[in-house]
T-cell receptor
Framework: AQTVTQSQPEMSVQEAETVTLSCTYD???????LFWYKQPPSRQMILVIRQEAYKQQNATENRFSVNFQKAAKSFSLKISDSQLGDAAMYFCAYLGGADGLTFGKGTHLIIQP | DVKVTQSSRYLVKRTGEKVFLECVQD?????MFWYRQDPGLGLRLIYF???????EKGDIPEGYSVSREKKERFSLILESASTNQTSMYLCASQREGRETQYFGPGTRLLVL
């Protein structure tokens, strides 16, 4: 079975600085998808970024980018120029075969003004 | 934009009650999912469905059942609610295959 590990239960960063959230996963599949979702306090879970395993190029969405290392099974999220609105729980998720997402336990990101 | 709605944001039920949580999506998505979210455990898959009247067990189906009579609606049923089912329940929909899943706002269920 696939597993997703987020080793940082909580991270804190100063506003305008850069922070990296780590994620590792375990799978025997070669074709899969990885996601970072953001869940603000008492608000809906939304997609931050998505990476297809067959693509070597790291995905980027504005201030959010990933460092995808397929051989190391690592999928970290970098947030540049952190803003107060980035404060949230961040979940790393894996999608392999024809079933649901496998999530990590989440990282609580705190933005210090 | 994809819209996934859930029937209640907050729900309080008694032990032994039958509980229905409903989820509706408006994008004609094929696949729908129910997850449970608990602090320190992340999200865990309860059940999912690829088509009307079709269902598949996820990682933690015990104590739950589902119903999908129409494509846009996916219901989670707690036949006899127990205190250990107190949790946040999230519904998601997906166009097909390995597309992105879109989540509803969640239902926070308290079983007393």
């Amino acid at each position: 079975a696939q597993t997703v590990t987020q080793s940082q239960p909580e991270m804190s960063v100063q506003e305008a600085e850069t922070v990296t959230l780590s994620c590792t996963y375990d799978t025997s599949e070669s074709d899969y998808y990885l996601f970072w979702y953001k869940q603000p306090p008492s608000r809906q879970m939304i997609l931050v970024i998505r990476q297809e395993a067959y693509k070597q190029q790291n995905a980027t969405e504005n201030r959010f980018s990933v460092n995808f290392q397929k051989a190391a099974k690592s999928f970290s999220l970098k947030i540049s120029d952190s803003q107060l609105g980035d404060a949230a729980m961040y979940f790393c998720a894996y999608l392999g075969g024809a079933d649901g997402l496998t999530f990590g336990k989440g990282t609580h990101l705190i933005i210090q003004p | 934009d994809v819209k996934v709605t859930q029937s209640s944001r907050y729900l309080v039920k008694r032990t032994g009650e039958k509980v229905f949580l409903e989820c509706v999506q408006d994008m004609d998505h094929e696949n729908m999912f129910w997850y449970r979210q608990d602090p320190g455990l992340g999200l865990r898959l309860i059940y999912f469905s690829y088509d009307v009247k079709m269902k598949e067990k996820g990682d933690i189906p015990e104590g739950y059942s589902v119903s999908r009579e129409k494509k846009e609606r996916f219901s989670l049923i707690l036949e006899s609610a127990s205190t250990n089912q107190t949790s946040m329940y999230l519904c998601a929909s997906q166009r097909e295959g390995r597309e992105t899943q879109y989540f509803g706002p969640g239902t926070r269920l308290l079983v007393l």
